[in-house]
């Protein structure tokens, strides 16, 4: 299995502030990964596909990059509305696999 | 709009099979594979496997020799069977489907989950 470590596991930052989860393969997987947004209580919520395209309607503020084993995500200018866990996702090999989460809270 | 909803016993005991189905309204399973997604309390998540519409399956490793699952498309539902269940199989249980475009998979809409807890 691809093995996705994603750091850090938990941040917390201040509304306005610019914020970067970084997500590691275990091995090359191209650009196929995904990031996802996963609310207290409710089912993640696809943000990023392809590891740099942002799903229509997501804000601007949200974008990721990277390619091969090391990839980013990053809110440009925290909202409070971001407060979740991101979870990066990758679709390379089967078993699909996700990071660990990476929970952000306001500072 | 397309909608998800899980459905199923919310407890189960060890070494019982756990049953769920997902019922999909607002679009058909035509041409899409459909997962099921697990999530312990306060952990991440773990793909257990896909069905695809003509009832071709693939499985989590981990989890394969206890996983069944099937299609239903006159009901437009899918199932999940885990059989000889632990506590560890206790956890929120997602569906969702998955959709695949040329270079891109990505997991697109999602039922609200369901707990499943195991115990005597």
């Known amino acids: 299995d691809i093995q996705m470590t994603q750091s850090p596991s938990s941040l917390s930052a201040s509304v306005g502030d610019r914020v970067t989860i970084t997500c590691r393969a275990s091995?090359?997987?191209?650009?196929?990964l995904n990031w996802y947004q996963q609310k207290p209580g409710k089912a993640p919520n696809l943000l990023i596909f392809d590891a740099s395209n942002l799903k229509t309607g997501v804000p601007s503020r949200f974008s990721g990059s990277g390619s091969g084993t090391d990839f980013t995500f990053t809110i440009s200018s925290l909202q409070p509305e971001d407060i979740a866990t991101y979870y990066c996702q990758q679709y390379d090999h089967l078993p699909y696999t996700f990071g660990q989460g990476t929970k952000l809270e306001i500072k | 709009q397309v909608q998800l909803q899980e459905s199923g016993p919310g407890l189960v005991k060890p070494s019982e099979t756990l049953s769920l189905i997902c019922a999909v309204s607002g679009g058909s399973l035509s041409y899409y594979y459909w997962s099921w997604i697990r999530q312990p309390a306060g952990k991440g998540l773990e793909w257990i496997g896909r069905v695809y519409t003509s009832g071709s399956t693939n499985y989590n490793p981990s989890l394969r020799s206890r996983v069944t699952m099937s299609v239903d498309t006159s009901k437009n539902q899918f199932s999940l069977k885990l059989s000889s269940v632990t506590a560890a199989d206790t956890a929120l249980y997602f569906c969702?489907?998955?959709?695949?475009?040329?270079?891109?998979?990505?997991?697109?809409?999602w039922g609200q989950g369901t707990l499943v807890t195991v115990s005597s």
């Open positions: 091995q090359d997987i191209i650009n196929y």
């Open positions: 969702a489907r998955e959709k695949v475009t040329t270079g891109t998979t990505v997991f697109d809409y």
